[in-house]
């Protein structure tokens, strides 16, 4: 077989994924076409992110990397695209699996087609009691255990008996049910905190109504987890308008550039990096590395730590340019 540069550039990426060489399974060579199908689209900006890392990833290998979403969680829409990608024949799906159930149904229908799958973002929780879900790989972060990293670097400046508010902007999600079961894991068990999961919508203006509802009827509220960008804008908007910096302890996940200019001006302690970039851009090649050359794809974590007031100022760039 003759290496072209873009073989090579393929290859390299193979060795440090990590991933292993097993036989061809028969796919054709050419005319790739890779779908990752997210709960979510782009218009939220956690996924907007993602979606760039997908197409740069197509541009790169010279195959059609198409992602998409509904404008918001959907899962019968999600169910709906991933069904499409099936019947047009996709090289390969990657899909988050934010309802176990079904978006289990498809990935084994995808399976018994013989699409390869790789599971993005979010998968099935540990104590999972349903039939087992046959993706190949996982791309994205341990959601339980970043809650419980979250809750613990703020724990020093957590009074005992706090009450706690969890912001939750998607209920049943559950990657971010996970996330709120780390916290409050951590917080019940080292300060005895009262913590509250409020549902807080995915409509901006509604959730920073709820979240001031939910302040003024309980006074002594001491701290504030939000579980992405669609809780924690109107959340640093609530903090900065009803002057509670300093007042309220706030901490969140993922990077947007409001967040990042919150933890600058002090008004956030940390969030939490997933690097969805790399769960756009990794699927893909792991899909492509599967069909071109039988590369098993290789479970790969992308949650790497916290972005705090030391870091932000380094990861600021790379926000506004839409990387991280």
């Not at 760039?52 to 197509?58: E, H, K, S």
């Not at 990077?255 to 969030?271: W, Y």
């Not at 990096?273 to 699927?283: E, H, K, R, T």
């Amino acid at each position: 077989m003759k290496l072209t540069a873009r073989s090579l550039i393929v290859l390299v990426l193979a060795a440090v994924l990590g991933v292993g060489l097993i036989a061809p399974h028969g796919l054709a060579q050419e005319n790739l076409t890779f779908y990752v199908i997210a709960h979510t689209g782009p218009g939220d900006p956690f996924w907007a992110v993602v979606q760039r890392g997908v197409q740069d990833a197509g541009r790169m290998l010279g195959v059609r990397a198409i992602f998409q979403g509904p404008p918001q969680r959907d899962i019968p829409a999600q169910v709906n695209m991933a069904r499409a990608a099936i019947s047009a024949r996709a090289s390969g799906i990657a899909i988050s699996v934010s309802d176990p159930p079904a978006i289990g149904q498809v990935i084994r229908d995808a399976r018994r087609r013989g699409i390869p799958v790789v599971a993005i973002n979010v998968k099935e929780p540990a104590d999972y009691k349903g039939e087992p879900i046959p993706y190949m790989a996982y791309i994205g972060m341990d959601e339980y255990e970043a809650g419980k990293n979250v809750a613990r670097f703020v724990l020093p400046k957590i009074p005992r008996g706090a009450t706690v508010l969890i912001a939750m902007h998607e209920p049943g999600h559950v990657g971010l049910e996970a996330r709120a079961r780390g916290i409050r894991e951590v917080l019940t068990a080292e300060r005895q905190a009262k913590v509250e999961v409020l549902d807080t919508t995915q409509d901006p203006t509604k959730a920073l109504a709820t979240m001031r509802a939910f302040l003024k009827a309980n006074p002594n509220t001491k701290v504030l987890f939000t579980l992405g960008p669609l809780g924690a804008i109107p959340a640093i908007r609530m903090i900065r308008e009803d002057r509670l910096g300093g007042k309220i302890v706030m901490a969140s996940f993922d990077l947007d550039a409001a967040t990042i200019q919150a933890i600058k001006e002090g008004l956030v302690e940390a969030t939490v990096d997933q690097q969805q970039y790399l769960q756009g851009f990794i699927s893909v090649v792991q899909l492509y590395l599967y069909s071109k050359y039988g590369l098993q794809p290789a479970d790969y974590n992308t949650g790497r730590g916290l972005v705090t007031k030391a870091t932000a100022a380094a990861v600021e760039s790379l926000v506004k340019q839409g990387y991280r």
